[in-house]
T-cell receptor, first 113, second 111 residues
Framework: AQSVSQHNHHVILSEAASLELGCNYS??????LFWYVQYPGQHLQLLLK??????LVKGIKGFEAEFIKSKFSFNLRKPSVQWSDTAEYFC???????????FGTGTRLQVFP | ETGVTQSPTHLIKTRGQQVTLRCSSQ?????VSWYQQALGQGPQFIFQ???????GRGNFPPRFSGLQFPNYSSELNVNALELDDSALYLC??????????FGPGTRLTVL
């Protein structure tokens, strides 16, 4: 069965530190890739998405992610985090032509001033 | 704000009861997907409705059922509630094959 792994369950950083959250998936075919964020008390929001083209995608709030097909990975990065980035981050995969999202278990990010 | 609304916000039921959760999709969207998010886990796909027909189902028993209406709003029904059904239930609307926009969820507690 297809699955998504997020290896960092809880990450604690100070403001201005760099961030990289790992995401790997198990599926050999064509996929669409997403990162969603859930701020405290808010609903899931789309950070960025990859459908095709340039494997380096930029999203909102300075986030970016790189799709490395050979590694089945779609890691999320931000050069300098802010306290307001404190949230839960979910990686999700959509198998091409299914419209069904498969989520990872999430990474809780805490940023301290 | 995504334009996707869900009701109710919170719900408490007892084992064996039935529950109906509701979702209004974003204007212009024709697809509604339902997910279950247990505490500390990522959302799990329950099923999806496209133009009023079920269009894919995850690993959930038949006591989880749904409907989509002509205005593309949707209901999730769960019969014979079990303790493990306690979770946040998320509705997402989309144009099929595109990004999904999530509602705030309904928190269901089964006692």
């Amino acid at each position: 069965a297809q699955s998504v792994s997020q290896h960092n369950h809880h990450v604690i950083l100070s403001e201005a530190a760099s961030l990289e959250l790992g995401c790997n998936y198990s599926y050999g075919g064509t996929v669409n890739l997403f990162w969603y964020v859930q701020y405290p008390g808010q609903h899931l929001q789309l950070l960025l998405k990859y459908f095709s083209g340039d494997p380096l995608v930029k999203g909102i709030k300075g986030f970016e992610a790189e799709f490395i097909k050979s590694k089945f990975s779609f890691n999320l990065r931000k050069p300098s985090v802010q306290w307001s980035d404190t949230a839960e981050y979910f990686c999700a995969v959509m198998i091409y032509n299914t419209d069904k999202l498969i989520f990872g278990t999430g990474t809780r990010l805490q940023v301290f001033p | 704000e995504t334009g996707v609304t869900q009701s109710p916000t919170h719900l408490i039921k007892t084992r064996g009861q039935q529950v109906t959760l509701r979702c209004s999709s974003q204007s212009g969207h024709n697809t509604v997907s339902w997910y279950q998010q247990a505490l500390g886990q990522g959302p799990q796909f329950i099923f999806q409705y496209y133009r009023e027909e079920e269009n894919g189902r995850g690993n959930f028993p038949p006591r989880f059922s749904g409907l989509q209406f002509p205005n593309y709003s949707s209901e999730l029904n769960v019969n014979a509630l079990e303790l493990d059904d306690s979770a946040l239930y998320l509705c997402a609307s989309s144009l099929w094959g595109n990004e999904q926009f999530f509602g705030p969820g309904t928190r269901l507690t089964v006692l």
